[in-house]
C-alpha cells in the first residue's frame, strides 16, 4: 500500500506540476475548463502542491495507524488469554483457600468437641 501510495503521489505531483506549466504558458492542450475558483488556485502553484503533500502525509498517517491497529491484534489477544488465564488461577486459589480454612474449621471443631476421661 505505501508503494502504491508513493507513485500515486509522484503521478499527482507530475500531474499537478505539469497543468501548472501548461496554465502558465497560456497552452490548455487537454481543454479543461477553468472556472474562476480553478483561476483563482491557480495563481498560486505551491499552495496547490503543498495539498498534495499533505493529502500524502494524511494517507500515509491512515496507513501507519491500520497497520498499527493490525500488528496488535495477535498483541490484544494473547493479552485477553493471559488475563484469562490468571483469573481462572485467581479462582482456583481462592477454592484452594476455601477448602483449606474448611478443612481447619472442621478439624478445629473435632479437637473442641474431644471429651477428655
Known amino acids: 500500500m505505501r ?3 508513493e507513485q500515486f503521489t509522484i ?3 507530475g500531474a499537478v506540476t505539469s497543468f501548472f506549466d501548461q496554465y502558465s504558458r497560456g497552452s490548455n492542450e487537454d481543454n479543461i475548463e477553468v472556472n474562476d475558483e480553478l483561476h483563482m488556485l491557480m495563481r498560486d502553484k505551491e499552495s496547490v502542491v503543498n ?3 499533505n493529502m ?3 494517507h500515509m498517517a491512515s496507513l501507519d495507524a491500520k497497520e498499527d491497529d493490525l500488528s ?3 498483541l490484544r489477544e494473547l493479552e485477553a488469554f493471559v488475563n484469562g488465564l490468571k483469573e481462572a488461577e485467581q479462582a482456583r ?3 484452594a483457600i476455601g477448602e ?3 478443612f481447619h474449621n472442621f478439624q478445629f471443631d473435632d479437637i473442641e468437641n474431644v471429651e477428655m476421661p
Open 3 to 5: 508503494e502504491a501510495e
Open 51 to 53: 495539498v498534495v503533500v
Open 72 to 74: 496488535n491484534i495477535p
Open 93 to 95: 486459589n481462592r477454592e
Open 100 to 102: 483449606s480454612r474448611a
Open 56 to 58: 500524502h502525509d494524511k
Open 11 to 13: 503521478l499527482m505531483t
